[in-house]
């Protein structure tokens, strides 16, 4: 959703989080699903896509928390 008055470096980001999540569920699906036997998945599949978008979420956050640490150093080395 978003607000108003948002930024557009906001409004980018919120863009770019829609667009790369997509991608990621676009990518896992086509790495995941080989054949349209059944509507709905099989077990197999939906195993593979959970931990297929686990990786990329347990990926994500690693990289976010560690900007985070490299962040925090760049503040405290520029404060003293």
Do not use: P, W
Request: net charge neutral.
């Amino acid at each position: 959703a978003c607000r108003v008055g948002a930024s557009r470096y906001e409004l980018h980001e919120i863009v770019n989080n829609d667009s790369t999540s997509n991608q990621v569920v676009q990518d896992c699906f086509n790495m995941c699903v080989k054949t349209f036997r059944s509507k709905k998945l099989d077990t197999t599949e939906k195993d593979c896509i959970t931990r297929c978008t686990s990786k990329y979420i347990d990926a994500t956050n690693r990289i976010f928390s560690r900007f985070q640490e490299i962040q925090a150093l760049e503040e405290e080395k520029n404060s003293n």
